[in-house]
């Protein structure tokens, strides 16, 4: 009887799963066909991806440049930089989390993306083009990257790509200043990085 029990909770357990997996690649949103332009910032269009997990193959520039997997969140920002900042990062590869390198010190360059990285409670105040990190999730091991696309004394407004089906491209965290400090209000964000001017 134990080892019916077993199997049959073996069978529901890996149902779930690659019924999650499929969600997490389908598009639910008849709104929207992946690839689909939605929005744009600084002539840098953001595409629709549909399931957080669907990629279309890797986008690469005219001088083979690594812009990413198409309309995944790390490629937006790649062909921001790119497009738009005229940057290239010395280390065109990992997932969005990876941005963030939490060994470099607050203010100090962040090497394998050739910009200035600061932490999220740090002195300093994130500022437009800024490319925002926020920590995995149970649904989203990989993290998520985004653009700053205004700031005020209260608050942010990121620009981003695949948020998921239902997400949208534009999306507001509040911005705390407490003396010299100053925190996005969003207990995912790990800190945002910079190009140096």
């Known amino acids: 009887m134990k080892l019916k029990r077993l199997i049959i909770l073996f069978l529901v357990l890996t149902s779930a799963f690659f019924v999650y997996k499929f969600a997490k690649r389908y598009n639910f949103n008849s709104k929207y066909e992946v690839g689909q332009p939605i929005d ?14 669907h990629a279309e193959g890797r986008n690469v520039s005219p001088d083979n440049y690594n812009l990413g997997q198409k309309y ?3 490629e937006f920002i790649k062909r921001y930089y790119y497009q738009h ?8 590869l990992g997932h969005a989390k990876d941005f963030f390198d939490k060994d470099v010190p607050d203010g100090q360059m962040n090497e394998k993306r050739g910009l200035l990285q600061y932490c999220n409670g740090g002195e300093c105040r994130p500022e437009v083009d800024d490319l925002i990190i926020l920590k995995g999730t149970l649904f989203n091991r990989y993290g998520h990257v985004a653009i700053i696309s205004a700031v005020t004394d209260e608050e942010i407004e990121v620009i981003q790509q695949n948020p998921g089906p239902f997400g949208k491209s534009r999306e507001r965290f509040g911005l705390k200043r407490d003396g010299a400090t100053w925190t996005v209000d969003n ?4 800190g945002w990085l ?3 001017k």
Do not use: F, T
């Not at 744009?40 to 997990?53: A, E, F, H, K, P």
């Not at 207990?187 to 790990?190: G, P, Q, T």
């Open 187 to 190: 207990d995912r964000v790990m």
């Open 40 to 53: 744009s910032l600084n002539g840098v269009i953001v595409y629709y991806n549909g399931g957080v997990d």
């Open 72 to 74: 995944q969140c790390v």
């Open 194 to 196: 910079r190009k140096e």
């Open 85 to 92: 900042l005229n940057h290239k990062m010395p280390d065109a």
